[in-house]
């Protein structure tokens, strides 16, 4: 009975957790409340991106050159410090390119992510809330970018004179998941992806599911009553 009874508190328990980690991963300023952009990701996070997709012939009809990636090379990126200054967040990052040796010491980087969004670069990071962010972002940005959700756009043209779309989505954190160049028929001709992938989680989402734990917690309990009585 005394080992039942652990197994019901237990599942209890682990749903509460599921519960918070969801809320967690959603919070987003609410009523009108001015939005404070903040870095999403911590010191020492790790990330590697794969080359998914690539059209050599296509590349170099687009850019005029040749790539110097193939399917499957990925590059690496270790956060070392954030600072917040008055202006902005700046990150040092130490970088390993295509076809580099990760066991040698990478390239050091300092990128800045300026908080008034009228200075926003074709930041490799987005502040978040990221779509809050990027949705303030685009407002102050030529007609070639639009916006949506937490993917940015950009059409334009390359040295060669080709036309070209450019897309990149990030996650919850501000760390860009895909990105990808297109060219002037819509056709990929370079996709890079985070092989950290994490799922985005909507508010519909997340109602679904905390009806369902709370659906798992009661026919739990039901049970522990009708055995136990």
Same mark, same amino acid.
């Given at each position: 009975?005394v080992?039942?009874?652990?197994?019901?508190?237990?599942?209890?328990?682990?749903?509460?957790?599921?519960?918070?980690?969801?809320?967690?991963?959603? *919070?987003?300023?609410?009523?009108?409340?001015?939005?404070?952009?903040?870095?999403?990701?911590?010191?020492?996070?790790?990330?590697?991106?794969?080359?998914?997709e690539?059209?050599?012939?296509?590349?170099?009809?687009?850019?005029?050159?040749?790539?110097?990636?193939?399917?499957?090379?990925?590059?690496?990126?270790?956060?070392?410090?954030?600072?917040?200054?008055?202006?902005?967040?700046?990150?040092?990052?130490?970088?390993?390119?295509?076809?580099?040796? =990760?066991?040698?010491?990478?390239?050091e980087?300092?990128?800045?992510?300026?908080?008034?969004?009228?200075?926003?670069?074709?930041?490799?990071?987005?502040?978040?809330? *990221?779509?809050? @962010?990027?949705?303030? *972002? +685009?407002?102050?940005?030529?007609?070639?970018?639009?916006?949506?959700?937490?993917?940015?756009?950009?059409?334009?043209?390359?040295?060669?004179?080709?036309?070209?779309r =450019?897309?990149?989505?990030?996650?919850?954190?501000?760390?860009?998941?895909?990105?990808?160049?297109?060219?002037?028929?819509?056709?990929? +001709?370079?996709? *890079?992806?985070?092989?950290?992938?994490?799922?985005?989680?909507?508010? @519909?989402?997340?109602?679904?599911?905390?009806?369902?734990?709370?659906?798992?917690?009661? +026919?739990? +309990?039901?049970? @522990?009553?009708?055995?136990?009585n």
């Amino acid at each position: 009975m005394v080992q039942k009874t652990s197994r019901v508190f237990a599942l209890i328990l682990l749903n509460i957790v599921i519960i918070g980690l969801f809320f967690n991963t959603n *919070v987003y300023a609410q009523d009108g409340e001015e939005v404070s952009y903040y870095v999403g990701f911590n010191e020492g996070t790790e990330l590697v991106w794969e080359v998914t997709e690539i059209d050599a012939l296509k590349f170099r009809d687009l850019f005029g050159i040749d790539p110097n990636f193939e399917k499957g090379d990925q590059i690496r990126i270790v956060i070392r410090a954030i600072t917040e200054v008055t202006v902005s967040w700046r990150i040092d990052y130490e970088f390993w390119d295509y076809k580099t040796d =990760w066991a040698l010491p990478g390239e050091e980087i300092v990128a800045n992510l300026w908080k008034n969004t009228e200075t926003y670069g074709d930041y490799l990071f987005s502040l978040s809330p *990221v779509e809050d @962010y990027l949705a303030a *972002v +685009v407002e102050n940005l030529p007609s070639e970018y639009d916006v949506s959700g937490s993917t940015i756009n950009k059409r334009g043209q390359t040295d060669v004179g080709e036309d070209y779309r =450019w897309e990149k989505e990030y996650d919850t954190r501000g760390i860009p998941t895909i990105e990808t160049y297109y060219n002037a028929y819509e056709e990929i +001709v370079a996709r *890079v992806e985070g092989t950290f992938r994490i799922i985005s989680f909507g508010f @519909y989402f997340i109602g679904f599911m905390l009806v369902v734990i709370l659906g798992i917690i009661v +026919v739990s +309990v039901k049970r @522990y009553k009708i055995r136990f009585n």
